[in-house]
Nanobody, 128 residues
């Protein structure tokens, strides 16, 4: 069964950085796009970024509001996708999820409905 597991969340001060990891098991990133999503208390889930299937130079898409602060990347050898977050703000506080999409053949989407397999999430709290 396809599985993704997030890690790397925690408490960080405003302006700080954090790197989240999404480890894939029982499938390879050569054939699945991966997306990062987040959900803050009382808010709807929103797409953060995604990276396409294929080699480590996959195509990326970002939520407009997060461009420049968040960077998605992947290491196919480690079967892991990363989300590097910098300039963190209290509004970035949320549970962050990664998800896998095995249907797409090119590109990727930041729409949650396109993804079939979800992790349990990792909490990111930005506070002084």
């Amino acid at each position: 069964q396809v599985q993704v597991v997030e890690s790397g969340g925690g408490l960080v001060q405003p302006g700080g950085s954090l790197r989240l990891s999404c480890a894939a098991s029982r499938f390879t990133l050569d054939y699945y796009a991966i997306g990062w999503f987040r959900q803050a208390p009382g808010k709807e889930r929103e797409g953060v970024a995604c990276i396409s299937m294929g080699n480590s130079d996959g195509r990326t898409v970002y939520a407009d509001s997060l461009k420049g602060r968040f960077t998605i990347s992947k290491d196919n050898a480690k079967n892991t996708v990363y989300l590097q977050m910098s300039g963190l703000k209290p509004d970035d506080t949320a549970v962050y999820y990664c998800a896998a999409d095995g249907k797409v053949s090119a590109g990727c989407s930041v729409l949650g409905a396109d993804y079939d397999y979800w992790g349990q999430g990792t909490q990111v709290t930005v506070s002084s």
